[in-house]
């Protein structure tokens, strides 16, 4: 399967630029998409194809990379954006989602 | 307005078998697919499966000799059948709208999520 290895956790401050990397153990070309959970909900869609914007999620949000390396980045960060954030590939068989990174206030 | 509903018993014996239901609306399953996504207490995301649009259903190689997705028509709510339950299969169990856009395929829409425990 393919392993998606995203960093535990991050300690931001409002106003601040940050970017959350997602790396994959083999190639999933631009089958790379990002979801957003907070506690106690479901996970919500912000990034499709790697870098496309989901319908109706603020242009603060953005994505990059192909291949194996991956990038969402939330520029300013909000005290809303308070949650783990999901990666997920879709090139290979099967489905998978990396372990998540968890966003704090510093 | 698109909504899934997941629902099902919240407590299962281990070895006995899980049956969940996600309930549609607004969109067709013959041009959507859906699938099956659990979290353990905590932990990330594991894809379980998906009963695509056309009929027919894949699943994720690590469940696939305990699990069936199954539906009766197009408009048909969605079933779950995971046999032969662990302790640690328990979990918050979603259903997903899947979106496929040329070889992507991503979960544009969750439902709330059902939690299953497994326990004696």
Redesign the interface.
């Known amino acids: 399967d393919t392993v998606l290895t995203q960093s535990p956790a991050l300690a931001v401050s409002p106003g601040e630029r940050i970017t959350i990397s997602c790396r994959a153990s083999e190639n999933v070309n631009t089958g790379m998409h990002w979801y957003q959970q907070k506690p106690g909900q479901q996970p919500k869609l912000l990034i499709y194809g790697a870098s496309n914007l989901e319908s109706g999620v603020p242009a603060r949000f953005s994505g990059s990379g192909s291949g194996t390396d991956f990038t969402l980045t939330i520029d300013p960060v909000e005290a809303d954006d308070i949650a783990t954030y999901f990666c997920q590939q879709s090139w290979n068989d099967p489905f998978t989602f990396g372990s998540g990174t968890k966003l704090e206030i510093k | 307005q698109v909504q899934l509903k997941e629902s099902g018993p919240g407590l299962v014996k281990p070895s006995e078998t899980l049956s969940l239901i996600c309930t549609v609306s607004g969109f067709s399953l013959t041009s959507y697919h859906v ?1 099956w996504v659990r979290q353990p207490p905590g ?5 379980m499966g998906v009963k695509w649009g056309d009929g027919s259903t ?1 699943y ?3 469940l696939k000799s305990r699990l069936s997705i199954s539906r009766d028509t197009a408009k048909s709510p969605v079933f779950l059948k995971m046999s032969s339950l662990k302790t640690e299969d328990t979990a918050t169990h ?1 259903c ?1 709208r899947g ?1 496929l ?1 040329i ?6 829409y ?4 059902v939690m299953v425990t497994v326990s004696s």
């Open positions: 699938s932990k990330g995301l594991e894809w894949a994720n190689s690590a979603y997903a979106f856009y070889t992507e395929y991503y979960f544009d969750w439902g709330q999520g």
